[in-house]
Nanobody, 127 residues
Framework: QVQLVESGGGLVQAGGSLRLSCAASGRTFSNYAMGWFRQAPGKEREFVAAIAWNGGNTYYIDSVKGRFTISRDNAKNTVYLQMNSLKPEDAAVYYC????????????????????WGQGTQVIVSS
């Protein structure tokens, strides 16, 4: 059983920063790409960023490019999302998820390719 536990959310003023963490257990973390998604009230859950199993490749949704950075520490079974220059529109519940493909060379943006999800951590951005 794979478990993902997010942390690091909270309330921040616009322009501020937060770093989200996602600790994984139950599967060889280092063999799978990881993704971050977010869901704002009344909206669909959307892809934010993904990182390859070995950290060698990353991909971001256009609206966060240059502001967010995804990284991973395979020794700690943890993936991070550093969020800078936060905007009110970034407010959402953020979820981490594991890609279901072993050592995939492709970074998926669709939820259907992710098989395990955390419980989410809320990010609130005040204007």
């Amino acid at each position: 059983q794979v478990q993902l536990v997010e942390s690091g959310g909270g309330l921040v003023q616009a322009g501020g920063s937060l770093r989200l963490s996602c600790a994984a257990s139950g599967r060889t973390f280092s063999n799978y790409a990881m993704g971050w998604f977010r869901q704002a009230p009344g909206k669909e859950r959307e892809f934010v960023a993904a990182i390859a199993w070995n950290g060698g490749n990353t991909y971001y949704i256009d609206s966060v490019k240059g502001r967010f950075t995804i990284s991973r520490d395979n020794a700690k079974n943890t993936v991070y999302l550093q969020m800078n220059s936060l905007k009110p529109e970034d407010a959402a519940v953020y979820y981490c998820a594991t890609d279901s493909y072993y050592r995939s060379s492709y970074l998926h943006t669709s939820r259907v390719h992710y098989d395990y999800w955390g419980q989410g951590t809320q990010v609130i951005v005040s204007s």
